[in-house]
């Protein structure tokens, strides 16, 4: 059974920076495509980014793009997103995600269907 335990989160300034890790056990890591959404409270759950399992590639939502990076280290079984400049609007609870394909059509990434497993979240509150 996979699992995903997401950290680093906590009250930052805007402005500032962090970077949120997801680390992974249960299977075999490059196995797996990986994704970030976030949740605010009283609105939907969204993209934020995703990177395959080869880690070729990587998709973001038009709103953190030049701002966050995601990135994995297979070795360490675990992806990252760092996320620079931060604003108010990116607080939210930040969700790790995951599924054992690769979608040739790169909008199956953005959706929070094709994932299987997830996290159970962490807090990100960014103050003005």
């Known amino acids: 059974q996979v699992q995903l335990v997401e950290s680093g989160g906590r009250l930052v300034q805007a402005g500032g920076s962090l970077r949120l890790s997801c680390a992974f056990s249960?299977?075999?890591?490059?196995?797996?495509?990986m994704g970030w959404f976030r949740q605010a409270p009283g609105k939907e759950r969204d993209f934020v980014a995703a990177?395959?399992?080869?880690?070729?590639?990587?998709y973001y939502a038009d709103f953190v793009k030049g701002r966050f990076t995601i990135s994995r280290d297979d070795a360490k079984s675990t992806v990252y997103l760092q996320m620079n400049s931060l604003k108010p609007e990116d607080t939210a609870v930040y969700y790790c995600?995951?599924?054992?394909?690769?979608?040739?059509?790169?909008?199956?990434?953005?959706?929070?269907?094709?994932?299987?497993?997830w996290g159970q979240g962490t807090q990100v509150t960014v103050s003005s």
């Open positions: 990177i395959p399992r080869s880690g070729s590639s990587t």
């Open positions: 249960g299977r075999t890591f490059s196995d797996y495509a």
């Open positions: 995600a995951t599924v054992a394909r690769t979608f040739f059509v790169s909008k199956y990434y953005y959706s929070a269907r094709s994932y299987d497993y």
